[in-house]
């Protein structure tokens, strides 16, 4: 589903699920602690919803364009975490566990540089 409305449906979505980190955010922050307990539950929050989403949509109950507004939308601007959770359990189920192993190495490490260069670019 590549229409205008898709864009529409992912860019509200993603607004909405932006909005609500924020807000997690902002409601956590008053807790004294050097762990970054916001966006824990921001990550977890945002798995449990792609999680049902894709149940949901593989199961025909969904329809695309709730998919979009929901799963693509929301749960990425809540969190990228949740679409990389659904993509290594999809390696999982489907026996490819060298596939989850590179790609969350990888991630970490490619994530972790790319912070850093971006830390050292401005600075």
């Not at 762990?35 to 949901?56: D, E, K, Q, S």
């Not at 749960?75 to 060298?98: D, R, V, Y």
């Amino acid at each position: 589903m590549q229409t205008p409305l898709a864009f529409l449906l992912v860019f509200l979505g993603g607004g909405i699920g932006s909005l609500l980190r924020f807000g997690i955010f902002l409601l956590l922050r008053p807790i004294d602690s050097k762990f970054p307990w916001a966006t824990l539950l921001a990550n977890a929050l945002a798995c449990f919803i792609l999680g049902v989403v894709i149940a949901l949509h593989t199961s025909g109950q969904m329809t695309d364009q709730r998919r979009m507004l929901i799963g693509t939308g929301f749960c990425g601007g809540l969190s990228t975490f949740s679409t990389f959770i659904a993509e290594n359990w999809g390696f999982w189920e489907a026996g490819q566990s060298g596939p989850v192993a590179v790609y969350v190495l990888l991630s970490l490490i490619l994530c972790a540089a790319c912070l850093f260069l971006g830390l050292k670019t401005v600075v």
